[in-house]
């Protein structure tokens, strides 16, 4: 038996439903197409905008204020009055100068740590911006900076001319905590440019020019360099950032020195990679006798005579508070003379500055003569590559004068390590310089520098780049 199946057509009112339902539906989406593009959207799209702005706007302001903290340093005087205290990150307010923490990511690390964050007033509404603490030294320490160069391409651009190192910090909005912006602070405070004029190197005694005479001039060259010595600190920062040697990285960490001291148990070729880190070079011999020779005319770039003073403050040596000192006139032994020249005699009534300004040039390299002994290169004559001037020796030492340079072979730093004049010249070679016998190690320092040759203007009010 065969069963057939009858199909059952739709009635016309249950067809009339579906068609009113979807005629319905798609009036509805029609409306809700125009709603979400000229309604929601825009609305949607303005308030992001807005958003962004007001972001934006927050950012802006308090770039400006870390951008300040930066330059200035303890603008507020928290640090001077005890009010800010970080011994581990800046040592002790009173043994260096105030302008050491200008351009050091270790008092950003420590502001940010013990004032909280910036305060940014925006429209009756008040945000908090802090530095995160998203960056990590080589033994896992959380920092609010990470010291960055090219090669570890952090935040630099490629352009050549470009600062060859810096430091990164992570900035973010407390009220806003999916925004951050990272900046690349560059440490503009601690360079000098050389002006563009003719020089001249050597000994500012008359009777060695004769030997020593050398002139040259950097027009089309721009040279910068390191105003202070690098310090204690500044040698952390680099332990931090790369993994160096481990008996490199012994030595930096264990100096015994606070930071705002100067680097000075480091050897010639690990100076020169820490310089190399920061894409510069030891400072040579020429560079620092240009920076710091005083010039009989500073207006004339090109003098057929070049005058060469004893010391940088003046080029009449008569005039001086050092010849009046070695004369026997001890009112001239003062506290702010030994900061112009700190040597021997000054250990009994002052406490060697670091980062001092009183011992400056007129191209502002700081900390000239005194203090502690400066290890530099010299392309023309390097068996003259120690400035000797320093408080291991008394005012009446020859080697405080400009120019005067002895001989340090870089293995050590015991007093047979340095000797007078060249070691090569055999009538030289055993004459040890003149330093105490009692003292086991003695402190060599040095500066970096660096130099480009740039196309762009290089003319600034100091008659050199800018």
């Not at 027009?219 to 790369?242: M, N, P, Q, S």
């Not at 003149?434 to 003695?442: C, E, G």
Request: with cysteine.
């Amino acid at each position: 038996m065969t069963l057939a199946t009858a199909e059952k057509k739709p009635s016309k009112l249950l067809l009339l439903k579906i068609s009113g339902f979807l005629i319905l539906a798609s009036f509805l989406g029609g409306i809700s197409v125009w709603y979400y593009k000229k309604i929601y959207f825009p609305k949607k799209l303005a308030y992001e905008w807005q958003e962004l702005a007001r972001t934006e706007e927050i950012f802006r302001r308090g770039i400006d204020k870390i951008a300040q903290l930066w330059q200035q340093g303890d603008q507020d005087g928290l640090w001077s009055t005890g009010k800010l205290v970080c011994p581990e990150l800046l040592g002790t307010y009173g043994n260096s100068d105030a302008s050491v923490v200008r351009c050091n990511p270790r008092y950003l690390e420590c502001y940010f740590s013990k004032q909280g964050p910036l305060k940014i007033e925006l429209n009756r509404q008040t945000y908090n911006i802090y530095l995160a603490q998203e960056f990590a030294t080589t033994e896992n320490m959380p920092r609010v900076y990470q010291v960055a160069n090219r090669s570890l391409k952090i935040g630099i651009g490629s352009h050549p001319f470009a600062f060859p190192s810096g430091v990164r910090v992570r900035m973010k909005i407390k009220e806003l905590p999916e925004f951050h912006r990272d900046l690349f602070l560059q440490s503009t405070c601690n360079e000098a440019f050389l002006p563009q004029r003719k020089y001249s190197y050597g000994s500012a005694d008359l009777s060695a020019q004769k030997k020593t005479n050398f002139e040259w001039d950097n027009f089309g060259r721009y040279i910068v360099f390191d105003r202070f010595l690098v310090t204690v600190g500044d040698l952390i920062d680099w332990a931090d950032a790369i993994k160096l040697p481990e008996n490199l990285q012994k030595k930096i960490r264990t100096s015994g020195k606070p930071p705002y001291y100067p680097a000075v148990n480091l050897l010639p070729q690990e100076m020169k990679e820490y310089c190399r880190f920061h894409g510069k070079n030891i400072l040579d011999a020429l560079t620092f006798d240009a920076a710091s020779f005083y010039p009989l005319k500073l207006n004339e770039v090109l003098p057929k005579n070049i005058s060469r003073g004893p010391y940088p403050w003046t080029y009449r040596e008569r005039d001086s508070f050092v010849t009046k000192i070695i004369q026997g006139d001890k009112s001239e032994l003062t506290v702010d003379n030994c900061q112009k020249l700190f040597a021997k005699e000054c250990l009994e009534i002052a406490t060697f500055k670091s980062h001092g300004h009183e011992s400056n040039s007129f191209a502002g390299l700081f900390q000239v003569l005194g203090g502690v002994m400066e290890y530099v290169d010299n392309p023309l004559d390097p068996e003259l590559n120690l400035k000797a001037s320093s408080f291991y020796l008394e005012f009446d030492s020859p080697y405080h004068r400009l120019g005067k340079r002895a001989y340090w072979d870089g293995e050590g730093f015991r007093r047979e390590h340095f000797t007078k004049g060249r070691p090569s010249d055999s009538r030289e070679k055993k004459e040890q310089l003149d330093l105490p016998l009692d003292v086991s190690n003695f402190e060599v320092g040095f500066r970096c520098m660096r130099e480009s040759f740039d196309a762009i203007s290089m003319t600034g009010p100091n008659g050199g780049a800018q």
